[in-house]
């Protein structure tokens, strides 16, 4: 089994930014196809915030996050990205990534990579 890492957490203010990290995965030309990070705040269900479908190069995001959020991976594709921008108290929780081999599903949702490796995940704290 292969357990992404996460990396780049920690304490904002509203309207800063972070850029969070992953690595982990085996990544080919094609696999895996969708990528995505999942957050998930105290008491809540984890929620997806954006993936990127590496075969025909989309992203998603829900309107939570979208213009402020970038999902993206690195030139040698071993390394996946959340920049996030203007945050928000409400981003406050832990990101994971996570990624499946099929095509990237609107919305996001959490059944979906159920059945995939998940790391330990990164906490993101944003206080106003």
């Known amino acids: 089994q292969v357990h992404p890492v996460e990396s780049g957490g920690g304490s904002a203010q509203a309207g800063g930014s972070l850029r969070l990290s992953c690595v982990g995965f085996r990544i080919t030309d094609e696999m895996p196809r969708c990528m995505a990070w999942f957050r998930q705040a105290p008491g809540t269900e984890r929620e997806g915030v954006a993936s990127?479908?590496?075969?025909?190069?989309?992203?998603l995001y829900p309107a939570s996050v979208k213009g402020r959020f970038t999902i993206s991976e690195s030139n040698n594709k071993d390394t996946m990205y959340l920049q996030m921008n203007d945050l928000v108290p409400d981003d406050t929780g832990v990101y994971y990534c996570?990624?499946?081999?099929?095509?990237?599903?609107?919305?996001?949702?959490?059944?979906?990579?159920?059945?995939?490796?998940w790391g330990q995940g990164t906490q993101v704290t944003v206080s106003s």
């Open positions: 990127l479908d590496r075969s025909v190069r989309s992203t």
């Open positions: 996570v990624a499946r081999p099929g095509p990237c599903n609107w919305p996001i949702k959490l059944k979906d990579f159920e059945d995939f490796d």
